[in-house]
């Protein structure tokens, strides 16, 4: 019947809005900003930086690789790449960034900067109250601002961190495996070698 989808939404809303006088389940609305709804664990507002351990500066996970940057539509990622480098969560020397902006009103979550990134470096955050009466400065997040702890990750996208960290001990482990492999054939190389110019002397030492 012509219009029978327009009735179903119309009966619905009369039934939530009749029902909400009489039951709360059937409230689509709270009294923010005291009340809130908990944010479910797939929004995303505007990127953030993971870092790990306790100092933002020594455990972000950037390399400063500027994927993002040239991939973000609206270019709105600023980076400077470090002049030298840290270690990264495998100990490996990298640069950092040591300028990281994002002008957050440019910004349009699409979350590509989250998708090409390949050191799970920056993840989408839910934080949107970020209102500023400064148009311009306020709204340009610097490193600092952006850097957050990888357990605030877990809060607020316990799945996906929980992923990321499996994906990264993996990682971890497969490098330490190698290293290693490498230093117990560099070990018996070396004895190997030691060993063969007593091997190649002449037996009762004879001169
Ligand atoms: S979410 Fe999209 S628009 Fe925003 S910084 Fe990332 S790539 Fe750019
Ligand atoms: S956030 Fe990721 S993609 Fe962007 S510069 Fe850092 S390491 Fe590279």
Redesign the pocket.
């Known amino acids: 019947m012509l219009g029978e989808g327009i009735l179903k939404g119309l009966a619905e809303t009369a039934k939530n809005f009749a029902g909400s006088y009489f039951s709360k389940e059937r409230l689509t609305t709270v009294q923010y900003p005291e009340e809130r709804i908990p944010q479910i664990e797939n929004s995303r507002v505007?990127?953030f930086l993971v870092y790990d351990g306790e100092d933002w500066q020594a455990g972000l996970r950037c390399v400063a690789c500027q994927i993002?940057e040239k991939?973000?539509?609206?270019?709105?990622?600023y980076i400077e790449k470090s002049e030298d480098k840290k270690p990264d969560y495998v100990g490996k020397p990298q640069h950092y960034p040591s300028r990281f902006d994002?002008d957050?009103s440019?910004?349009?979550?699409?979350?590509?900067?989250?998708e090409v990134c390949p050191f799970e470096a920056?993840k989408?955050d839910t934080e949107f109250e970020l209102a500023t009466t400064d148009r311009f400065g306020g709204l340009l997040h610097d490193r600092k601002q952006l850097a957050k702890s990888n357990e605030y990750y877990h809060r607020i996208h316990p799945t996906e961190a929980a992923e990321v960290d499996a994906r990264l001990a993996e990682e971890k482990a497969k490098v330490e495996a190698k290293a290693k492999a490498a230093a117990e054939a560099a070990a018996a190389k070396a004895a190997a070698a030691a060993a063969k110019p007593a091997a190649a002397k002449p037996a009762g030492g004879g001169e």
């Open positions: 505007f990127p993002c991939e973000c539509p609206p270019k709105c990622i994002i957050v440019v910004c349009m979550s699409c979350q590509i900067c989250v920056i989408m």
